[in-house]
């Protein structure tokens, strides 16, 4: 089993930013495809970004394109969300996860953090 622990969510006002960062246990965490989630009450956890076991490939999802990065520190164990020009309908509960492969499914992914609340006021 492998722990991930995200931290760095708190309240915001539109137009802010934001950084997340999840940190995992185990010294295999180089081999992991890494992916942000999140979930807004009442609504299905969704895609919101990922990152390949080195680095060289990310994926975004449309609704966070030009305004989140995602980058990631091997030698910390540690992969992060830059989030800029927040908007209130990114207020949500941010998950990070890890897995094999890189895809904006949930169920593939193998292991799955206890997330970090973002919540962004108008």
């Known amino acids: 089993q492998v722990q991930l622990v995200e931290s760095g969510g708190r309240l915001v006002q539109a137009g802010g930013s934001l950084r997340l960062s999840c940190v995992a246990s185990?010294?295999?965490?180089?081999?992991?495809?890494m992916a942000w989630f999140r979930q807004a009450p009442g609504s299905e956890r969704e895609f919101v970004s990922a990152?390949?076991?080195?680095?060289?490939?990310?994926k975004y999802a449309d609704s966070v394109t030009g305004r989140f990065t995602v980058s990631r520190d091997n030698a910390k164990n540690t992969v992060y969300l830059q989030m800029n020009s927040l908007k209130p309908e990114d207020t949500a509960v941010y998950y990070c996860?890890?897995?094999?492969?890189?895809?904006?499914?949930?169920?593939?992914?193998?292991?799955w953090g206890q997330g970090t609340q973002v919540t962004v006021s108008s």
């Open positions: 990152i390949g076991s080195s680095g060289g490939i990310t």
């Open positions: 996860a890890a897995g094999g492969i890189l895809t904006a499914r949930s169920s593939p992914y193998w292991y």
């Open positions: 185990g010294r295999t965490f180089d081999i992991y495809t």
